[in-house]
C-alpha cells in the first residue's frame, strides 16, 4: 500500500461497555462477546474481499511490478486496471479466468470489442 493511501485509511471504532447492576445483570457480558463475534466477521468478510481483490491485481494485471511512481501515474494506470477488471468480470460469453479472458482480449480483436461493448 502506498504511503499516501495508508495516510488516508483510517477505521474508527467504537466500543462500549455498559455494565447493568440488580435485576438483568450478567447480560451485559453475552451482549459483548456477540459484539465482539459480530465485529470480528465483519473484520474478516472486508480482508477477504481485501485480500482477494489485491491477489487478482497483483496475479492478474501485475500491479506490483509497476514501475510508475511520478504524479499521477500510478493512481491512473491503477483506475484503467480496476476498469478492465471489471469488464472481464462482466463478461459471461467465455467461461475462462480473468487471466486466459485478458490473453483472449489480446488475440481476438472482436471480442475485444465485445468486452468494451462496441
Not at 499516501?4 to 477505521?11: F, V
Not at 438483568?24 to 473484520?43: L, N, P
Not at 491512473?76 to 471489471?86: K, P
Amino acid at each position: 500500500m502506498s504511503a499516501r493511501r495508508l495516510k488516508a485509511a483510517r477505521l474508527a471504532v467504537l466500543v462500549e461497555r455498559v455494565e447493568e447492576f440488580g435485576h438483568g445483570a450478567g447480560d451485559g457480558a453475552a451482549t459483548a462477546r456477540r459484539f465482539q463475534e459480530t465485529f470480528a466477521r465483519a473484520v474478516r468478510g472486508h480482508w477477504g474481499v481485501e485480500n482477494n481483490l489485491h491477489w487478482i491485481m497483483d496475479v492478474g494485471f501485475r500491479e506490483d511490478q509497476s514501475r510508475a511512481r511520478t504524479g499521477y501515474a500510478a493512481e491512473n494506470l491503477a483506475t484503467l486496471r480496476r476498469l478492465a477488471l471489471n469488464l472481464l468480470k462482466r463478461e459471461k460469453t467465455k467461461k475462462r479466468g480473468i487471466r486466459a479472458k485478458q490473453l483472449n482480449a489480446g488475440w481476438d480483436h472482436a471480442y475485444l470489442l465485445r468486452l468494451v461493448g462496441i
